[in-house]
């Protein structure tokens, strides 16, 4: 059978002749590609800007529109505006975190549970905005997730909930996070109950009740106490201007610096995750003794298995008798590794001043995640590890966002200490 070259100069391909015919001589490759490279000069000559908040200076419809899904159109290309939804959340004044609230739960009534969620959960992170109006609502919808849309239920909201658990089988989990979130002397006390006599549903969940109290940050003690995990003082950590890069002040944290220890598993160099000032009065919430406390981890090894330190009384960080090589461990290639974070160190610093406890409490929101204290923003279940020495779980203390600090990172570094045993872990999680 008679068959001819293709015409694209740079291709071997050869085709029939009814083939050339069809396509003016090339290959079906070629003919594509040379479809998809007019497609792209048409789109790029003819594609318009569009502006959706053009004369629009109301914050309110601003975030309405971003909160709007566009559909997908090559044509067009939408300006962003130029602030971050973020941003223009922590601007709202008093008057306007009402309207948006409003506005979150009329989406809630006409269906939208998405958009409303994320609204609400917005208000309640970036501007600490009580949600006690719009809780019956949520219970309404039988709206349980996330729980902590419920952190500011009444009592009667409260009961209303501790009663449901008991009979709601397909809402439980959401009900015992949203009364996690809830957290007072009640619910307290009945989570001490549930550890003493497990309640006759326990069989139907994967963990105990008492244990879903580690996703609203806090644990029941021995004697049936609340025992916060986190400190309520939250600093974010923030890309620094670049005009403000010559600033040579001192900084109350150092991020990201070669530490001068090896990995036992691995045999790469460790990281100094942060290097705390912990004299500075920025740092004084950490109740931390000395001039400095270093968190060392690696890396690579610790995204696999929680990884430990000792702590001197000098802030030095060394590695751990207490850690235990993961089962799995790839093998790893150190020269396979680049040390790109470490170029971070001094594009990023500690904020000058503390936000929302729970700015970044949930990880769906677009907010800066990296932070000093503050809830951690668990990509998946709680985990506060268990200090080895004492057996009590670990205080969290700050969080990288991986994905903010290093090009095409992905993943959040969660570090935590037991102050008594001078132990601090670090662990990894990711979507």
Not at 44 to 63: A, C, F, Q, S
Not at 96 to 112: A, Q
Not at 237 to 251: Q, R, T, V
Not at 282 to 299: A, I, Y
Request: charged share 25%; aromatic share 10%.
């Amino acid at each position: 059978m008679i068959r001819i070259s293709c015409k694209s100069e740079d291709c071997l391909a050869t085709i029939l002749p009814t083939t050339a015919e069809k396509t003016g001589g090339y290959c079906m490759p070629c003919r594509q590609e040379m479809n998809h490279q007019e497609r792209q000069r048409y789109i790029k000559e003819n594609r318009k800007d569009v502006d959706l908040y053009e004369g629009i200076d109301d914050p309110v419809e601003i975030l309405k529109i971003m909160h709007t899904p566009t559909s997908h159109d090559p044509l067009i290309q939408y300006i962003p505006y130029g602030l971050s939804r973020e941003q223009l959340y922590i601007s709202l004044s008093e008057e306007d975190t009402d309207r948006m609230l409003v506005y979150g739960m009329s989406l809630l009534d006409f269906g939208d549970e998405d958009t409303s969620q994320d609204i609400l959960l917005s208000l309640l992170c970036y501007k600490n905005k009580s949600l006690a109006t719009s809780i019956q609502g949520l219970i309404s919808h039988d709206l349980y997730y996330p729980g902590l849309l419920f952190k500011g239920a009444s009592d009667e909201e409260r009961d209303q909930l501790l009663n449901q658990v008991e009979r709601d089988k397909e809402s439980r989990n959401h009900l015992l996070v949203s009364l996690a979130w809830i957290g007072d002397e009640q619910v307290v006390k009945r989570f001490c109950e549930w550890r003493k006599s497990p309640p006759r549903w326990v069989e139907e969940l994967h963990i105990r009740p008492e244990q879903y109290t580690y996703e609203a940050g806090w644990e029941l003690t021995s004697i049936g106490n609340r025992r916060n995990l986190f400190h309520e003082y939250n600093y974010a950590i923030e890309k620094i201007e670049a005009s403000d890069l010559s600033n040579e002040a001192i900084e109350p944290v150092i991020l990201l610096t070669a530490s001068s220890h090896t990995c036992l598993w691995c045999g790469g160099k460790l990281t100094t995750l942060l290097d705390l000032k912990v004299c500075h009065p920025s740092l004084h919430f950490l109740s931390m003794t000395g001039e400095r406390f270093k968190l060392d981890t690696c890396v690579i090894c610790s995204c696999y298995s929680v990884m430990f330190m000792d702590v001197d009384s000098n802030g030095e960080s060394k590695w751990s008798t207490y850690n235990q090589k993961p089962d799995y461990l790839p093998v790893i290639n150190i020269e396979d590794y680049d040390n790109q974070h470490l170029s971070a160190s001094k594009l990023f610093r500690l904020s000058s001043q503390p936000r929302n406890s729970y700015h970044a409490a949930h990880w769906t929101l677009e907010s800066t995640i990296s932070q000093v204290g503050g809830h951690p923003t668990w990509i998946q279940d709680a985990e506060y590890p268990i200090c080895p020495c004492c057996s009590k779980h670990m205080f969290f203390i700050s969080q990288l966002d991986w994905g903010e600090l290093v090009a095409y990172g992905e993943g959040i570094y969660y570090t935590f200490i037991c102050s008594n045993c001078r132990i601090t872990a670090t662990s990894f999680q990711q979507s």
